[in-house]
Structures are given as structure tokens and as C-alpha cells.
């Protein structure tokens, strides 16, 4: 079957049942159908992809009334039925959000909008000030009686334990995906990328940020130096429903657990200590215990802090009543994209269907991602959309402007052997960082999602998209690509950035150093970048 995940998402289906004839599963058929028909433009593709299941249907008795007058009659009962259901069939929406401050406001207004639910999928979160202040509105959320949900990767899971034993007292529940276990030496490995906030399965926000002060353009008090230049996509319609619906099928599966918090927990901070016990056992548990109430408190008072700080505007505004929807059009369907729940590989997922769909474009693809290291089968598809004269631009990450040295080693090796295949290769210049994950398919089709050009996001990590058939969209989203590749070095076939006389313009000794020092040791690991 096509994408077992996706296809209750309606992805690549256009609302009817195709089935599948023993072929390639995952080929994007909505990009051919039209009408009951569905053709390939790909030569080397199966004329007949997809069968459609036989359906017989019967005439309405109200036809056999009026005899030549079902074109009027389901004219009528279109109409009649808008009428009655316009407030349940409302269409999707598809808004582009780049700029950092409106970034920042939407997730404000969302989590304050949200009336009975909140999910929240993030890679990494800690204790500087954006993410706190997040913290604290998914507090006041919670207090209102919102369901608050929130799941995050084991590993980059920086939330402090008292922190996150206090926000669990306040009733918002908190889970891990792959946390390090000695018993389960495959999770070390494959780590949670998906970064979505879904409100009252009505609206979304999917893209690349984290909840931290990079991803919002502040690089003071972050645990890198630089700010990042990234990009969301906010949705409005039945695509929110699917994602609920992945949401709580990883919430409630085996690759799950409780977040720890040792001795911050609820049966060791609240059990009361045994005065039978040894003198030195007893004075030692109370100790414990205290300590841990205490940290539980402070940080009660820390949201406190930054509730206040919200309070007083100086970043974003507490004022729910934005509509993020007004002024935006009906985009048609929004597809959503994600890994299979299990073990990834199980069944094909977000980048098998990012490849399906670049595949099939007609004459250019432009990708914006900030680490590009091209697997063996990234690398066949691109040769083979080359060979039929497709223009593939491609837009990351320079020496100066990356903080991922593994990566770019990675990407250092190769980039010159890939500009000679016939890829068009862009290296952002900085001084902030690309981390923005977007995808344009001949001016028609725009991708935004959480997914890097790379193996880990290939064959490791989850990762989510969304996806929209809209020229206008795609257009808009080239528009804002193109304003990076206004900032970017286009590089040749030597892998030197043409017209300059460097190899690494805008980057010091200490960075080149590092760079060579991490590509002795790229080839090793290549598969993990």
C-alpha cells in the first residue's frame, strides 16, 4: 500500500481508493491524477500505477424523478448543503511564517487560544529564556484546563528535573521518546526531529524551530552562538486532525516513556521518611526530600519570573485574538507527512515521500536545508532527474555560517563530485545560521518540514512535513529562499564559491582547523550524519 500511515491523511489519493499493482509503493499519483484518470510523465514509470477499485453506483431515487435534470438537481443540493455544513467544511490554510517576533507570537497566541488540547512535539528544549517562557504559558494552559501534552527527544530533553517535576504538579504531562536505556541500544541512535505544536486538532505550526533562543533569532544566554534562520508553516484544516492522530499513536507506543526525574519525583519527594529507620537513613531521606520540595518550589518561581516578563510585551504579547488564518485563501488540501511509529524503515515515511515527489517534478526542484549529505539513494534519484533535464538547486550551510562541524565535514567531502553531476550547489554566508527545511517542486508544489538532506533524517530520525498543491504558496516560498540565496556563495565544480579566492570566505584558521580535524573522522560516521 502507498505510505500505510499516509494514507489515512489522504496523501497522494485525491479522496478516492487507489490500489496499488506490485510496484515501487509511496509515488506521489495526486501529481498525475486528473479527473478519473491517472497518467505518469515519467517515462520509465508503469503506465498503470494504480487500479482504481470498481465501484458501482446506483442512480438516487430523486433523479428518477426529474429525468435529465441531475446536473441542475446536484447544483441545488451542492448549494443546499454549503449552506447547512459551511461551518464543518471549512478549507485548509497554509501560511509561511519566516520572521522571528511573528514566529515567536503565533506559539503565544496558539497555547493561549487553545481551549481543550495542546500537543507538542520538540527535539530539544532547556532552561533559557524562550523555552521557559513557553513553559510558562503551557503552565497557565493547564490551569485553564487544557489537556497539555508534551513530548520530547530523551536525549536533548535540557528541561531541568525540578522543572519539569513542577510543570508535571501543575498537570502538564511530559514524556520522552528513546530515553538513553543500557536495554535498548538501538534508541541510542534514532532521536525524535519532530517539532510541531498542534491546538484543538484546528491549527498547527510545523516547520524547524525548538523552543529555545536560537531558533527565535536571540543568540545571548543559548548553548550555541549564533541565532538561526529557520521557518514554520501554519496550518489551519483536516491535516491538524491526522496529525492528533500520529501524535497519539507515538504518545501511547513502546518508544515512549515517563520522563525521569530521580529524586524530584512525586513518590520520593512526597513519601514521608520512616522514623524507624537508622538515624543516618532518616536525616538522609528528609534531606533528600527537602531538597527536592525546594527545587519543585523554585521552580514555580521561576515561571513566575517569566509569566511577568510575558506580561510586560517587550518580545511578544500575551493578546490571544489573532487570527492567523485571516486574509489567507483556501489552499486546496494540505498533506501531512510523517515516519512510521515503529522502527523507521518498517514502512516508507516523510523523506521516501519527499524523494517520490522531487522525482516526479517536471523541470526544477530547490531545496533550502542546512546539512546535505547525499545517501546512495539520494544521490540515484537526483541522477535521474538530471538525466531528464531537471534543474535541482540546492541551498545550505557554509563553513562560516554552520555549527554542525560533523555534518559539514560530511558535506565538505563530496559537495565538488555532486556540482560536477549536475546539482547547483548554494552555501549560505551568515552570520546567522540556515536551519530552515523547505522544498519547491516546479513552482507548484511547497514542502515544509523538520527534515535535513541527510542519513540521519533518511534512515534515523523521525521527521514530519506538510505539503501543499498551491503555485501561489510555492511561489511565495521560492521568494523566501531566494532572499538566503541573496546571501549565498554559488559554488563550482572545484568545490571553490565562485569568484572567490578562498575555500572558506568568512571563516577564521580556528574553524578551517576544526573542519579538517572533524573529516578525519566523517567517513566513519557517515551514516549517523
Not at 487507489?18 to 479527473?35: D, W
Not at 519566516?98 to 497566541?109: F, G, T
Not at 520530547?152 to 508535571?168: E, R
Not at 531558533?215 to 521557518?231: E, L, N, P, T
Amino acid at each position: 500500500m502507498m505510505y500505510p500511515d499516509l494514507l489515512a491523511a489522504g496523501i497522494g489519493t485525491g479522496g478516492r481508493q487507489l490500489r496499488a499493482k506490485g510496484v515501487r509503493s509511496g509515488y506521489p499519483a495526486s501529481l498525475q491524477t486528473r479527473g478519473n484518470s491517472i497518467s505518469l510523465s515519467r517515462p520509465e514509470r508503469p503506465a498503470c500505477l494504480y487500479s482504481q477499485t470498481p465501484v458501482v453506483k446506483r442512480p438516487s431515487p430523486i433523479f428518477a424523478l426529474f429525468p435529465g435534470r441531475q446536473a441542475l438537481i446536484r447544483l441545488l443540493l451542492a448549494a443546499l448543503l454549503a449552506g447547512y455544513f459551511s461551518d464543518v467544511a471549512k478549507a485548509d490554510i497554509f501560511r509561511i511564517i519566516d520572521d522571528d517576533r511573528e514566529a515567536a507570537q503565533i506559539r503565544v497566541d496558539l497555547i493561549r487560544q487553545a481551549r481543550a488540547e495542546i500537543l507538542l512535539e520538540l527535539f530539544r528544549a532547556s532552561n533559557d529564556q524562550m523555552a521557559l517562557s513557553y513553559m510558562a504559558l503551557l503552565r497557565d494552559a493547564a490551569r485553564r484546563g487544557v489537556r497539555v501534552r508534551f513530548l520530547i527527544d530523551g536525549v536533548f530533553n535540557q528541561l531541568s528535573q525540578p522543572m519539569q517535576a513542577y510543570l508535571i504538579q501543575e498537570g502538564v504531562e511530559i514524556r520522552e521518546y528513546h530515553p538513553l536505556r543500557l536495554t535498548k541500544p538501538r534508541w541510542m541512535t534514532r532521536r525524535l526531529h519532530d517539532k510541531v505544536l498542534a491546538i484543538d486538532r484546528q491549527q498547527m505550526l510545523v516547520g524547524g524551530r525548538n523552543l529555545e533562543n536560537p531558533w527565535f533569532g536571540i543568540a545571548a544566554k543559548s548553548y550555541v552562538k549564533k541565532a538561526y534562520v529557520d521557518r514554520d508553516a501554519y496550518v489551519q484544516g483536516a491535516a491538524v486532525e491526522q496529525v492528533h492522530a500520529y501524535f497519539m499513536r507515538l504518545w501511547n507506543s513502546a518508544e515512549i516513556r515517563a520522563t525521569g526525574l530521580g529524586p524530584y519525583d512525586s513518590q520520593f519527594s512526597r513519601a514521608r521518611c520512616d522514623p524507624g529507620w537508622s538515624e543516618q537513613l532518616y536525616e538522609s531521606c528528609e534531606e533528600t526530600r527537602q531538597r527536592a520540595l525546594a527545587g519543585i518550589e523554585r521552580a514555580g518561581a521561576v515561571l513566575d519570573q517569566h509569566w511577568a516578563r510575558l506580561k510586560q510585551g517587550d518580545f511578544v504579547h500575551l493578546n490571544p485574538g489573532t487570527d492567523w488564518a485571516h486574509g489567507h485563501t483556501d489552499v486546496g488540501e494540505v498533506r501531512f507527512w510523517h515516519d512510521p511509529v515503529a522502527r523507521k524503515g518498517q514502512a516508507p515515511g516523510t523523506f521516501q515521500a519527499f524523494l517520490d515527489y522531487v522525482e516526479a517534478a517536471r523541470h526544477s526542484v530547490l531545496i533550502e536545508s542546512p546539512y546535505v549529505i547525499l545517501s546512495t539513494n539520494s544521490l540515484a534519484v537526483f541522477r535521474r532527474m538530471l538525466g531528464r533535464g531537471v534543474k535541482i538547486r540546492i541551498l545550505s550551510n557554509s563553513l562560516a555560517a554552520t555549527q554542525n562541524f560533523y555534518a559539514q565535514a560530511g558535506y565538505e567531502r563530496r559537495k565538488a563530485a555532486w556540482v560536477q553531476l549536475g546539482l547547483e550547489l548554494w552555501e549560505y554566508k551568515g552570520p546567522k545560521m540556515l536551519h530552515a527545511k523547505s522544498v519547491v517542486i516546479d513552482d507548484e508544489i511547497a514542502i515544509v518540514g523538520n527534515f535535513n538532506l541527510d542519513p540521519r533524517s533518511e534512515f534515523l530520525n523521525t521527521e514530519l512535513a506538510v505539503v501543499t498543491h498551491d503555485p501561489k504558496i510555492a511561489i511565495q516560498l521560492r521568494t523566501s529562499i531566494e532572499a538566503h540565496l541573496n546571501n549565498a556563495w554559488r559554488i563550482d565544480s572545484d568545490g571553490m564559491p565562485v569568484g572567490e579566492h578562498e575555500r572558506f570566505p568568512g571563516s577564521s584558521k580556528g574553524r578551517i582547523t576544526k573542519l579538517r580535524f572533524y573529516k578525519l573522522f566523517a567517513p566513519l560516521i557517515e551514516k549517523q550524519l
